[in-house]
């Protein structure tokens, strides 16, 4: 059995925002990778995750089906197939049998040491098992508050992420603002300049349910001049116009944003009365 893959060159093969991408990687990584070591075992669970982020769930779930011992067993592996079922269960609208692969997951990183793969469990079992949802998260947060490892480190800015978003759709607005300053923290240390534009976003969006719009506005203000044409920052300036009693700036920007936003099939599809509500703030604002 060879060596597991190293941490960086799986970072190097992925770029989650083109899963196709990330797939033509795999597959070619997967031609130098021994038959029937860690290496190669690992690779086609990542493959398998690329592929099923582009909806390709029978595909995704031949690929896991095609393990056998002793390859399945190593640790790290057994990990990481059962991460990978129960993200593919989860996306596919099936969070109540992920769960179950997500706690073999866990457990099974906590005893191998992989404090990484076991951040990355608690953090799937907060989205599917949402009962407890804020308990799975601070359990990871405990984690990577512990850890020594830069790649474990980078979890914390998602998780407080996830947790704002959490606090905010319960109406804990001043809570959501709390862990959005955390996410900006732990993206400024670890994270992407997006990853950083995203967070300035978010805390600028649990301002705006604090009423606290001048605020808010500055902030998104300052995002527009570093990109211009962001729907979603748009969006927020056409509300934040409107509520500071500036209804031609709003319906200015209300355009723009249904316009770029309009455009996005995904928001389209599942964010269509905000879209609607753009387009009503375009006319009468």
């Known amino acids: 059995m060879d060596e597991s893959l190293d941490p960086q060159v799986l970072d190097g093969l992925w770029d989650f925002d083109d899963p196709a991408g990330s797939e033509a990687r795999f597959r070619a990584a997967l031609t130098d990778a021994p038959a029937g070591g860690t290496r190669r075992a690992e690779l086609c669970t990542?493959?398998?995750?690329?592929?099923?982020?582009?909806?390709?769930?029978?595909?995704?779930?031949?690929?896991?089906?095609?393990?056998?011992?002793?390859?399945s067993e190593v640790p790290?592996?057994?990990?990481?197939l059962?991460?990978?079922?129960?993200?593919?269960?989860?996306?596919?609208?099936?969070?109540?049998?992920?769960?179950?692969?997500?706690?073999?997951?866990?457990?099974?990183a906590q005893s191998a040491g992989?404090?990484?793969l076991e951040v990355d469990a608690a953090?799937?079992?907060?989205?599917?098992d949402r009962d407890h949802s804020e308990a799975w998260t601070q359990q990871a947060l405990r984690t990577v508050a512990g850890s020594t490892d830069p790649r474990t480190l980078r979890w914390a800015g998602s998780l407080h992420n996830n947790a704002g978003w959490s606090r905010h759709d319960t109406g804990d607005y001043a809570g959501a603002l709390a862990e959005f300053e955390a996410a900006l923290a732990g993206y400024l240390v670890h994270g992407t300049v997006e990853q950083v534009r995203f967070a300035r976003w978010a805390v600028a969006r649990a301002l705006r349910s604090l009423a606290r719009f001048d605020e808010a506005l500055e902030i998104q203000l300052r995002l527009s001049g570093y990109a211009p044409s962001d729907g979603y920052v748009e969006e927020e300036l056409?509300?934040?116009f409107l509520a500071t009693g500036r209804p031609a700036e709003a319906r200015e920007h209300a355009a723009a944003a249904a316009?770029?936003?309009?455009?996005d099939g995904w928001f389209a599809e599942y964010e269509s009365g905000r879209l609607e509500r753009l387009r009503q703030l375009a006319r009468t604002a």
């Open 114 to 116: 992989e404090e990484f």
């Open 46 to 71: 990542q493959l398998a995750r690329a592929v099923g982020l582009q909806g390709r769930y029978d595909e995704a779930g031949e690929l896991l089906d095609g393990f056998e011992p002793p390859t």
């Open 76 to 80: 790290i592996v057994r990990v990481r």
């Open 123 to 128: 953090h799937m079992l907060a989205i599917a």
């Open 82 to 108: 059962a991460l990978e079922r129960g993200r593919l269960l989860n996306s596919s609208g099936e969070p109540v049998p992920a769960i179950e692969h997500f706690r073999e997951a866990l457990s099974t």
């Open 259 to 263: 316009d770029l936003l309009g455009a």
């Open 238 to 240: 056409a509300e934040l």
